[in-house]
């Protein structure tokens, strides 16, 4: 065997030793590696080529609700549409780096009571504040408790992306239970409402994995929002 093979075989060897090793001690972080090496950071948005057929300059909208029995500050609703406007708004682009036009949340609010936003399609929503596109997103379930005494996001949602012009849903996904932190953390160290807020900034990122390309590694780093105090 040649000098250069030998070392070849060598490195491959222990980078394959190396891997064994990590994934024995449960560090799925490691075995991410050749992931970042070959495709880097980023992984592509699931519906990298819906967004890529969108015309630009469309005019967007999110708009979020739920038959929930939720309230006030209890209800996910407009902290939702805000959180995932803003991740959409800065992280939806094709290769091309298409713009897209985005009507804020405060838009939405002035313009429909709760009950409307509950009872009308999205198409019909849409239409009325002249998008072209709804992204919305159905909450079918929502919890920030774990027990008594922990705290533990747990979320269910619907997300269509509607075709306002042609009334027509381009896509539906209903996305696996979303849980965050992996492990409940003790209610005595937050506020409920600084909680939900977190819990909610993630939620609008994992959703936004359906449109925007994004570290698949932040997932690995899930506990971090919530050091201990």
């Known amino acids: 065997m040649s000098h250069s093979r030998r070392l070849l075989f060598t490195l491959a060897l222990t980078t394959l030793m190396s891997l064994s090793f990590f ?4 560090c799925a972080g490691a075995l991410m590696m050749p992931y970042y090496l070959i495709y880097g950071t980023d992984a592509p948005a699931k519906y990298k080529k819906v967004v890529k057929d969108i015309p630009k300059g469309s005019t967007i909208v999110v708009i979020c609700r739920s038959n929930l029995n939720l309230y006030g500050s209890s209800s996910p609703n407009a902290d939702l549409s805000q959180a995932l406007t803003y991740v959409l708004s800065t992280q939806m682009t094709d ?3 298409k713009k897209f036009v985005w009507i ?5 609010e002035s313009k429909f009571e709760e009950d409307e936003l509950t009872s009308q399609s999205f198409e019909k929503l849409g239409n009325a504040l002249k998008a072209d596109y ?15 005494q922990f705290y533990q996001g747990k979320a269910k949602v619907l997300v269509r992306l509607v075709d306002v012009k042609h009334a027509e849903t381009v896509t539906k996904d209903s ?9 409940p953390i003790p209610s005595s160290d937050y506020d409920e409402l600084e909680f939900q807020k977190t819990f909610i900034t993630r939620l609008a990122k994992h959703i936004g994995t359906l449109f925007c390309p994004h570290d698949p590694h932040e997932e690995y780093a899930a506990d971090s929002d919530f050091p201990e105090r």
Do not use: N
Request: no cysteine; hydrophobic share 35%; net charge negative.
């Open 175 to 183: 996305m696996p239970t979303y849980v965050y932190p992996p492990t």
């Open 95 to 97: 290769v091309k780096k």
């Open 23 to 26: 994934a024995a001690s449960g």
């Open 134 to 148: 709804v992204v919305g997103v159905e909450i079918d379930d929502f919890d920030v408790h774990h027990s008594t």
């Open 104 to 108: 804020s949340y405060d838009e939405v």
